[in-house]
Nanobody, 122 residues
Framework: EVQLVESGGGLVQAGGSLRLSCAAS????????IGWFRQAPGKEREGVSC????????YYADSVKGRFTISSDNAKNTVYLQMNSLKPEDTAVYYC???????????????WGQGTQVTVSS
């Protein structure tokens, strides 16, 4: 059974930090890229960051560049999203998802987690 399980969300004050984790199982982790997406209330889901498990290439949305860092522990089949200098506009449900390549559109991501809530208070 394919599973992507996010954890690490919570409530934090503006300027604070959180680290999200995405634990993957049920598929060949090294064959996939893992992306982080987020959806705020009343807004469309947007891509935040992505990492290729095969070569470690990383991608970031402009809105998070310099504040968020994505990393992967292939031995644990886990991807992390370190979020620093958090802003109230980062408040959203954060999802991790798996695709063959980071640059594929969202609709072509094969597997999705259930999401974890991140709330940043001002």
């Amino acid at each position: 059974e394919v599973q992507l399980v996010e954890s690490g969300g919570g409530l934090v004050q503006a300027g604070g930090s959180l680290r999200l984790s995405c634990a993957a199982s049920g598929f060949t982790f090294d064959d996939y890229a893992i992306g982080w997406f987020r959806q705020a209330p009343g807004k469309e889901r947007e891509g935040v960051s992505c990492i290729s498990s095969s070569d470690g290439s990383t991608y970031y949305a402009d809105s998070v560049k310099g504040r968020f860092t994505i990393s992967s522990d292939n031995a644990k089949n886990t991807v992390y999203l370190q979020m620093n200098s958090l802003k109230p506009e980062d408040t959203a449900v954060y999802y991790c998802a798996a695709a063959r390549h980071c640059r594929l559109p969202e609709i072509e991501y094969d597997y999705w987690g259930q999401g974890t809530q991140v709330t940043v208070s001002s």
